[in-house]
């Protein structure tokens, strides 16, 4: 039986401030770094150690891991980052204040945006500030790689083949692994991992800076999983 933990990132300032947020690099608010301090103390108080890690490229995510791990006194072990485990791209709504985006356009279509696993949200261009193409870290994505807008089967697609490639062949190295990402790219593991419908993993909500824990058999398939509170 292995053990994985996966972490959504602390309260972030626009998680905060209630704005779409998708691949803006916003910081934790300051009630979101206590609780990644508070989820690192809760891990180490369960005995749980970790050999390797894996997170976005956004600092909310990699913050989160870094006060996890120094409440393990683990900041020493391998961390890898990668753009398919940034949040959903949430193209134009990136910025908006979701309850105007509400009164805006109404609930049910503000809704499919967030949940429908095909919906699109509004797409922003290549001249937006927004664009990830103006942006350093995201320099080795081929052109098409690079998003306009997101559904949220596209995270699962751009997010699985890091799971495939990276973290399981960890896993299948008896590794302790720790993920930590985002509230859509999480749904997109954990959809796939437990094998959940649409319409299951869109009523998933996954609260902040809270580990969650799978037990896998042999073939990594889920015996058990539950949040360590
Ligand atoms: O704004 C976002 O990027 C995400 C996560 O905070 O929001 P939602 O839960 O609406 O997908």
Redesign the pocket.
């Given at each position: 039986m292995q053990k994985l933990v996966l972490i959504r990132h602390g309260e972030s300032v626009?998680?905060q401030e209630n704005?779409?947020?998708?691949w803006t690099d916003v910081d934790l608010s300051d009630g979101g770094l206590q609780q990644a301090i508070s989820a690192g103390k809760l891990l180490a108080k369960n005995g749980y150690t970790f050999d390797v890690g894996f997170t976005s490229v956004l600092k909310r995510s990699i913050k989160t891991m870094h006060f996890v791990l120094e409440q393990l006194d683990h900041l020493w072990i391998p961390i890898h980052k990668s753009w398919r485990l940034n949040?959903?791209f949430?193209g134009a709504l990136q910025g908006l204040n979701?309850d105007e985006t509400i009164e805006k356009y109404g609930e049910e279509q503000v809704q499919k945006w967030?949940r429908d696993p095909h919906e699109h949200p509004p797409a922003i261009t290549e001249q937006d500030d927004r664009f990830p193409g103006h942006y350093l870290r995201y320099n080795d994505l081929t052109y098409r790689e690079l998003p306009l807008t997101e559904n949220l089967s596209e995270t699962m697609d751009r997010a699985l083949p890091f799971w495939h490639e990276s973290i399981v062949p960890a896993i299948r190295e008896n590794k302790k692994v720790i993920i930590c990402a985002?509230?859509?790219s999480l749904r997109a593991l954990i959809q796939y991992i437990e094998n959940l419908s649409d319409e299951d993993v869109a009523k998933l909500d996954i609260p902040t800076a809270t580990p969650w824990v799978y037990e896998l058999d042999d073939r990594l398939n889920c015996v058990k999983h539950y949040y360590l509170k």
């Amino acid at each position: 039986m292995q053990k994985l933990v996966l972490i959504r990132h602390g309260e972030s300032v626009w998680n905060q401030e209630n704005r779409f947020t998708g691949w803006t690099d916003v910081d934790l608010s300051d009630g979101g770094l206590q609780q990644a301090i508070s989820a690192g103390k809760l891990l180490a108080k369960n005995g749980y150690t970790f050999d390797v890690g894996f997170t976005s490229v956004l600092k909310r995510s990699i913050k989160t891991m870094h006060f996890v791990l120094e409440q393990l006194d683990h900041l020493w072990i391998p961390i890898h980052k990668s753009w398919r485990l940034n949040e959903r791209f949430y193209g134009a709504l990136q910025g908006l204040n979701k309850d105007e985006t509400i009164e805006k356009y109404g609930e049910e279509q503000v809704q499919k945006w967030r949940r429908d696993p095909h919906e699109h949200p509004p797409a922003i261009t290549e001249q937006d500030d927004r664009f990830p193409g103006h942006y350093l870290r995201y320099n080795d994505l081929t052109y098409r790689e690079l998003p306009l807008t997101e559904n949220l089967s596209e995270t699962m697609d751009r997010a699985l083949p890091f799971w495939h490639e990276s973290i399981v062949p960890a896993i299948r190295e008896n590794k302790k692994v720790i993920i930590c990402a985002h509230g859509n790219s999480l749904r997109a593991l954990i959809q796939y991992i437990e094998n959940l419908s649409d319409e299951d993993v869109a009523k998933l909500d996954i609260p902040t800076a809270t580990p969650w824990v799978y037990e896998l058999d042999d073939r990594l398939n889920c015996v058990k999983h539950y949040y360590l509170k």
